[in-house]
């Protein structure tokens, strides 16, 4: 299982050998404690930014990516 379809480099578990539902509450995976509770942790202008609450910080992939930190400023933030 993945984040989502563009974070394939990423594996948070395999449903072959747990249940979704497991796998979707077992936050000892850092990455997926972050994306259920993000808005602290994002850094730069993605932080700062007045509508973070409307986005909630958006992909975190390309920021991850990019620059190696998930809570990074996404790179195309503007």
């Given at each position: 299982?993945?984040?989502?379809?563009?974070?394939?480099?990423?594996?948070?578990?395999?449903?072959r050998e747990r249940?979704?539902?497991?796998?979707?509450?077992?936050?000892?995976?850092?990455?997926?404690?972050?994306?259920?509770?993000?808005?602290?942790?994002?850094?730069?202008?993605?932080?700062?930014?007045?509508?973070?609450?409307?986005?909630?910080?958006?992909?975190?992939?390309?920021?991850?990516?990019?620059?190696?930190?998930?809570?990074?400023?996404?790179?195309?933030?503007?």
């Amino acid at each position: 299982m993945h984040p989502d379809q563009f974070w394939m480099h990423e594996t948070l578990g395999n449903v072959r050998e747990r249940r979704f539902s497991e796998i979707w509450q077992d936050t000892s995976h850092s990455l997926m404690a972050g994306l259920k509770n993000r808005l602290p942790l994002l850094k730069g202008r993605c932080g700062a930014c007045r509508f973070v609450r409307l986005c909630g910080g958006s992909s975190r992939v390309r920021a991850q990516l990019i620059t190696g930190d998930p809570w990074a400023a996404d790179p195309r933030a503007t």
